[in-house]
């Protein structure tokens, strides 16, 4: 099976392949001062929580968005794949199959390439993805798998930190809870109502602005930590695809190993 993994500011996300089926999926927390042991230890003892086997994968794929686990994270997929299996770093020199129409191609994250291919590989033609993390993050695609641009907002939980921290008379709540109105009857449910209706709304109005910069109306697509639970609150038509990002990992994984061969 193939491993991938994507290493964020708040969780590392692991899922396990067999050809295209995603068979296993998995979460643990980011820790910044981790060795590749750790890590290692981590993503293995969370995959087999999920279901997986203890065997060694026959390859790896790895995004990481945090510099300081980036030579860690690379050691913990050597370290989870057998002898003689493959580990691919998402960098500068990976072929993904993008156009990346940015103004430093290099200096575009890895997980949002990753996101890009993903939707890519859905759509086969023009989208728009987002996935909601730490930070909520956008990618448009173009005609020919040309990725036109990118947008980063604040994150929900992050927006609900920095009204928290800023706000000293605003009490500790989770954003989970059944169904939340525009307008709350008490002080957690304005703060729900507004978090959830609000990141909606960010999300609606960014997706009519991507689809015109496309010029297409376009699918839409959610992905990430929050995705579910902001999707019911959304009117733009988003399909939630919860593994976009895993899904866009593998895809470059299997073009890198294919074209690979066919040189050899």
Known sequence: MLLVLNVGNTAISAGAFA?????????TATCKGATAFDLALHIRQALALAGGGEEPFSGAALSCVVPSLRQAAAEAAALLVRPGGRRLVLGPGVKTGLDIRTQNPAATGSDLVALAVGAMTLAGGPCAAFSLGTATAAVALGEGGALRGTAVMPGLALSLEALRERAACLP???????FAPP??????????GGLLHGHAAMLDGMAERLQEALGTDCPLYLCGRWAALVQPYCRAPFLLKEHLLLRGLAAIYRKNTAERRGGE
């Open 19 to 27: 050809g295209e089926e995603l068979r296993f999926v998995a979460q």
């Open 172 to 178: 500790e709540i989770a954003l989970e809870g059944g």
């Open 183 to 192: 307008l709350g009857s008490d002080t957690v449910g304005a703060m729900r």
